[in-house]
């Protein structure tokens, strides 16, 4: 029993501040930011709430798939930005939009988020048969949680909100569909990339802001990151591959948690795939976290890259660290 994606939505805020402005505000390089991330500018969602732009990137994907809002079942969002600590965005999101979804949960993965939530709705939509459309929502409002003066992450980190529509083929024989995905942690540098202040044992205080302030914001070592991923990801793409019996010249297309531009070509490079099989956007949006893997699906969905018969490959990253890549086969 396959299951599809059966309609993609994105919603990116209207304001943005540009790698320039930042780099002018910190007295570095433009150019030296850019070779080091591809980024050009962020998207900043300002007053919005995290619930809003979350509502307007389902309703997207609602619109343009024609799903009724009475077919899905379930709504399961990938974040750790929410308005609340909870009750949780997918519930408000069964509020604002009216729905009728009997389950609605929020996961935290970080980055990897997205896939996370694909793979726990894919999990329900073949072993509960009352179920027919999930929703799976990755959301990332961030910019309440970065430094506007750290070197290390004032360029980096958008705000945004993307959706997937996951359905259950009614055909008990069709072949393909979402495949389960592949996971991998490695813990060695689990404090290479973190937000402590909100967590229980970093409540928010007075005497948090004045004893260590940089709890309150994300705390982001690049080069921790970079010498990690690039070994890692691969790797498990590498693993799945191996699996399935395909190899990565078989996959029509490749999309990426947009982390960083220059990450993804040395990661493809290292694969030794052309970077015309793959779509970026993290140069125009920067890096959405959890939402980001959504909107470049957006993106291909769109420009008829999921068409019957390819193969697509799905990869992410998340803090801690968390590996994932999930096998496409469009039946």
């Known amino acids: 029993m396959a299951v599809r994606i059966v309609g993609t939505g994105k919603y990116i805020p209207p304001g943005f501040e540009t790698t320039a402005t930042v780099a002018e505000r910190l007295g570095l390089s433009t150019e030296d930011i850019l070779h080091k991330t591809g980024i050009e500018k962020r998207h900043l969602a300002g007053d919005e709430s995290a619930s809003s732009m979350a509502h307007k990137a389902l309703e997207s994907a609602i619109t343009k798939s024609g799903i009724a809002k009475d077919e899905i079942d379930g709504v399961i969002v990938a974040t750790f930005t929410g308005d609340y600590l909870y009750p949780s965005t997918a519930l408000k999101l069964v509020q604002t939009l009216g729905l009728k979804a009997g389950i609605a949960f929020d996961l935290m993965a ?59 083929s009614e055909a008990e ?49 690049g080069l921790g990151v970079w010498k990690e991923v690039v070994v890692e990801l691969p790797k498990i793409i590498r693993r799945a591959m191996d699996d399935l019996g395909w190899t990565v010249n078989d996959l029509d297309l490749i999309l990426f948690h947009q982390a960083n531009l220059r990450l993804i070509e040395y990661c493809m ?18 890096n959405t976290a959890e939402a980001s893997l959504g909107t470049v699906m957006d993106e291909a969905f769109d420009a008829g890259w999921f068409a019957p018969g390819k193969k697509v490959l799905l990869a992410s990253v998340g803090a801690g660290f968390v590996y994932t890549a999930t096998p496409y086969y469009i039946p």
Do not use: W
Not at 200 to 217: G, I, T, V
């Open 269 to 286: 490079a290292r694969l030794r795939v052309p970077m015309s099989k793959t779509i970026n956007n993290v140069q125009q949006i920067g």
């Open 110 to 168: 970080n980055c990897a988020g997205m896939q996370v939530a694909m793979e726990n709705a894919r999990c329900l939509l073949q072993g509960n048969p009352s179920l027919r459309v999930i929703a799976v929502v990755g959301l990332a409002k961030q910019s309440p949680f970065v430094d506007p003066f750290d070197e290390n992450s004032a360029y980096f980190f958008g705000d945004a909100a993307s959706v997937v529509l996951l359905r259950r």
């Open 173 to 221: 024989a069709e072949a393909g569909g979402l495949m389960p995905s592949y996971f991998t942690s490695n813990t060695k540098n689990y404090e290479v990339v973190r937000l402590r202040g909100g967590g229980s044992s970093f409540p928010h205080s007075p005497a948090l802001f004045e004893q260590d302030s940089k709890a309150l914001y994300y705390e982001h070592t």
